[in-house]
């Protein structure tokens, strides 16, 4: 992780590879074995960033050149470049079917990596899902994945299409681990924007939902970031996106906004001790953050986030956030995620997997 982190994220001249910025990746790759290089693609695949981090080590082993190395990496691109150029065609071939039907789309997380592209195909849709789930199966000859509970509170769909090696997640109606977001989700479509990759076009979150939904997924869901999190969120940082003041507003409304501030704090921080130096953030942002980048560690592929108590403390700043709204459904179903949770380890220690759970 170390490697491909200074891969994007420190400072380069890959004019002169002897900067002392280069020095030390250049070293690192080339002291790969064959076996190194396969691990450091599995990594990149994981963190989704393999079209960016293989793209920067191919750059500096031509600059040094390292012949074989350099092929290795285009060898590899070239077959992540094909199949995202797939996933990119069915995407747009499902978020059209639901156009020509009526029904309003967007599409959540997969391409907020770009140049990369997720694992798996993620979209919100305000359709019922009866009509999504006709919608998939005529059109696309889509086999339904059996929902696990979280899938069910969550309001979400997976649908395997022949020919596609990723799975068709779709959100409908509910956003959060639990299906709790009902404003946020109700918001997403009015505030998404268009965004056009090659020929085709797409309707992606604004911004500030980005934030908000990537926030919900690693703060609040998974407690680990990917590498391509970190990357997306100092990209969008540096090149001026995000509007802190209405992304504060909105994040309240979704009773996140500590979670949100949270997520921005680790990003920075990450980013600084690559960098130098961190995301510009506002002093009402690292303000209202409840733990910091110290608190964060790598494990198993991923940057790990502590569960207790900083997590679950923002769990209940949720809730409690929830229940003051007078949102009472949607915090009866927030009281249910740590039950859930407890199911899936028990699953996990005993039979491997929280398949049907999680």
């Known amino acids: 992780m170390a490697l491909l982190s200074r891969l994007l994220l420190s400072p380069h001249d890959w004019v002169s590879p002897t900067s002392p910025a280069n020095v030390e990746p250049r070293r690192e790759v080339r002291s790969l074995d064959r076996d190194g290089l396969d691990n450091m693609l599995s990594l990149a695949q994981s963190n989704h960033v393999v079209m960016r981090g293989l793209a920067m080590m191919r750059n500096l082993m031509v600059e040094c050149g390292d012949v074989e190395r ?41 391409l907020d990596h770009w140049p990369d592209c997720g694992s798996d195909l993620d979209l919100y849709t305000s359709a019922n899902e009866e009509d999504v789930i006709e919608l998939m199966k005529k059109g696309f000859d889509a086999r339904v994945a059996a929902q696990s509970w979280g899938d069910r509170l969550a309001h979400k769909w997976n649908f395997y299409v022949p020919d596609l090696p990723e799975a068709v997640e779709i959100h409908v109606g509910r956003l959060g681990q639990t299906g709790e977001q009902i404003y946020l989700a109700s918001e997403l479509l009015n505030r998404s924007k268009p965004v056009s990759i090659g020929e085709l076009g797409f309707r992606v979150p604004s911004d500030c939902d980005r934030i908000m939904i990537s926030t919900l997924q690693r703060m609040y869901r998974h407690f680990y970031f990917r590498l391509c999190d970190v990357v997306d969120t100092a990209a969008l940082a540096h090149a001026g996106g995000i509007n802190f003041v209405n992304l504060c507003y909105l994040a309240r409304r979704a009773g996140i906004w500590e979670g949100v501030a949270t997520y921005l704090s680790i990003v920075s921080d ?50 409690a956030r929830t229940l003051a709204r007078g949102e009472l459904h949607n915090g009866a179903r927030l009281t249910l995620l740590p039950w859930l949770a407890t199911a899936a380890v028990i699953g996990q220690k005993f039979t491997g997997s929280d398949r049907g759970i999680w």
């Open 270 to 319: 990450y980013v600084r001790s690559y960098r130098g130096s961190g995301l510009n953030l506002p002093r009402f942002v690292t303000s209202a953050a409840r733990f910091c980048g110290d608190k964060v560690y790598y494990d198993r592929s991923f940057l790990r986030v502590p569960i207790m108590p900083q997590s679950v403390r923002l769990y209940g700043t949720q809730l």
């Open 70 to 110: 350099a092929q290795w990496a285009e060898s590899a691109l070239a077959v992540e470049q094909s199949r995202i150029e797939n996933a990119l065609i069915y995407l747009h071939s499902i978020c059209g079917a639901f156009a020509e039907q009526g029904h309003e789309v967007t599409v959540i997380k997969s």
